[in-house]
T-cell receptor, first 112, second 114 residues
Framework: GEDVEQSLFLSVREGDSSVINCTYT??????LYWYKQEPGAGLQLLTY?????DMKQDQRLTVLLNKKDKHLSLRIADTQTGDSAIYFC????????????FGKGTKLSVIP | GAGVSQSPSNKVTEKGKDVELRCDPI?????LYWYRQSLGQGLEFLIY????????KSGLPSDRFSAERTGGSVSTLTIQRTQQEDSAVYLC????????????FGQGTRLTVV
């Protein structure tokens, strides 16, 4: 079955880069997503990548996809205290498939 | 409104009572999803609505759970005879359609069954 795995916790110092990793098992995954959940809030879509891409950059965010190893990462440059949140990796098999499979989330703590 | 709106934001109920959770999707979004987020767990898919098609209820954990979507817009998730294990955050999301997987989430309803 489908499975998405993430480490549960990550702690970084303000100004450093954060790298949050995710592995997935479904080789037919077409879309891969990163969501951010701040305390008491819903999920906010940060970025997504199609499986035919290996990198996507959006301001301080860089997504790397290694489709061969089924490994996805999110790099946050110059991490700020406002980046403290839970980050969820999710995948779907794209068109015609609407179910997102989520990891359990990585709690990022930014130390001032 | 501009985003997905859920109500109530918090609900405390006694075990055995029924609860209704409401979701107002983004205007024009034809797809609507319910997810459940239990403490320390990822998101669990519950049910999906797309336009006038029959909903996909494959994620509902038991027959105590049901959902409907009236007029292709507002959706209500009903949990009958609530149990303590139903305590979770229930998240609703909407998207433009089935092939547009960029779902936008509401802030969720935190349900606590005591």
């Amino acid at each position: 079955g489908e499975d998405v795995e993430q480490s549960l916790f990550l702690s970084v110092r303000e100004g450093d880069s954060s790298v949050i990793n995710c592995t997935y098992t479904d080789s037919s995954s077409t879309y891969l997503y990163w969501y951010k959940q701040e305390p008491g809030a819903g999920l906010q879509l940060l970025t997504y990548i199609f499986s035919n891409m290996d990198m996507k950059q959006d301001q301080r965010l860089t997504v790397l996809l290694n489709k061969k190893d089924k490994h996805l990462s999110l790099r946050i440059a110059d991490t700020q205290t406002g980046d403290s949140a839970i980050y969820f990796c999710a995948e779907s098999t794209g068109a015609g498939s609407y179910q997102l499979t989520f990891g359990k989330g990585t709690k990022l703590s930014v130390i001032p | 409104g501009a985003g997905v709106s859920q109500s109530p934001s918090n609900k405390v109920t006694e075990k055995g009572k029924d609860v209704e959770l409401r979701c107002d999707p983004i205007s024009g979004h034809t797809a609507l999803y319910w997810y459940r987020q239990s403490l320390g767990q990822g998101l669990e898919f519950l049910i999906y609505f797309q336009g006038n098609s029959a909903p996909d209820k494959s994620g509902l954990p038991s027959d105590r759970f049901s959902a409907e979507r009236t007029g292709g817009s507002v959706s209500t998730l009903t949990i009958q005879r609530t149990q303590q294990e139903d305590s979770a955050v229930y998240l609703c999301a909407s998207s433009l359609g089935p092939s547009r997987d960029q779902a936008f989430f509401g802030q969720g309803t935190r349900l606590t069954v005591v």
